[in-house]
């Protein structure tokens, strides 16, 4: 993929999957503003990119405000001439079963992850249409969001939330020929370290090399941050033109299309339904095949 002549903004790039993010749009030639609330993660991206021939800036600020959000613009207008993707992939975690999630826990996630997301993708939005030559804009999804997941009330509701505003800004923005997509990532991080099942095989592969086994590559489609990286060079590039509105998984060996939720069964009854004929009717008609919940169980 050529990205020569691109712009792109990646937030939460200092580290981990963002900054694979940010390395990889780069080394497919697009200019990129790195963002970070860590300024010496920032700077030795940037020195990275910089070092391998590549152009780079940092904006080091916290997303979530519209203020951050016009000032990652604002540089890459002010850098590099143009803006052409945002990818929205900052964010935070503050996990806690429901009954003992605080408010602060709950609306420190919302801000970073969905307001934040809302903020940087309307700012790219506005500058993509003055431009008026189309864009991307990439917004960073989890399989929380589209499943469930135990203790992640916040995290879930903001990623699942990420999807339906990718969803809703592929209507708007058609006419502009912005593609709204939503990425749905698995890769070894420091928070899927954290699962049992997976730590082993992750702590030697960073320790001595050992390539991830195959039950996790593509069973559980988990895989480096760099197998994530190649999707989103790809939405960026024009390659993908006439993609939009979807939800895109990747991980490890596995790239995957999420399905949007629709009508699974349905029945009528004339006159509308009582409580009781719903009751009566319940398990063997509309509710005969519940849908599962949660991420389901590693495979081992």
Not at 112 to 125: D, M, N, Q, S, Y
Not at 161 to 173: K, N, P
Not at 227 to 238: R, Y
């Amino acid at each position: 993929m050529d990205l020569t002549g691109k712009v792109a903004v990646v937030t939460g790039s200092g580290r981990g999957l963002g900054r694979a993010y940010a390395e990889a749009l780069a080394a497919a030639g697009a200019a990129v503003v790195v963002n970070d609330i860590d300024a010496e993660a920032a700077a030795e991206v940037v020195k990275g990119i910089t070092a391998a021939g590549g152009r780079a800036v940092e904006v080091v600020a916290p997303v979530g405000g519209s203020d951050v959000a016009a000032q990652l613009v604002r540089t890459a207008v002010g850098e590099f001439g143009r803006l052409d993707t945002m990818v929205t992939n900052a964010g935070i975690l503050r996990d806690r079963v429901l009954w003992k999630m605080t408010d602060e826990d709950f609306d420190a996630v919302i801000n970073v992850h969905l307001r934040g997301t809302f903020t940087c993708a309307r700012a790219a939005a506005i500058q993509m249409r003055v431009q008026d030559t189309g864009g991307r804009l990439i917004l960073i999804s989890s399989p929380a969001g589209q499943r469930g997941n135990f203790g992640q009330t916040n995290y879930a509701a903001a990623k699942a939330g990420i999807v339906a505003m990718a969803r809703t800004w592929a209507m708007e923005l058609a006419k502009a020929q912005i593609a709204v997509n939503a990425v749905v990532p698995v890769a070894a991080t420091e928070m899927t370290k954290t699962i049992p099942a997976f730590a082993g095989a992750i702590e030697q592969s960073e320790r001595d090399g050992t390539p991830l086994p195959d039950w996790l590559r593509k069973d559980e489609g988990l895989g480096t941050v760099e197998d994530v990286a190649s999707l989103i060079v790809f939405l960026a590039s024009d390659a993908a033109n006439g993609i939009t509105g979807q939800a895109i998984g990747i991980g490890g060996d596995k790239l995957s299309l999420w399905s949007h939720p629709r009508e699974k069964a349905f029945a009528y009854a004339d006159g509308g339904w009582s409580a009781d004929a719903i009751a009566s009717t319940w398990d063997t008609g509309v509710g005969a095949e519940p849908e599962t919940y949660g991420i389901p169980a590693p495979k081992v």
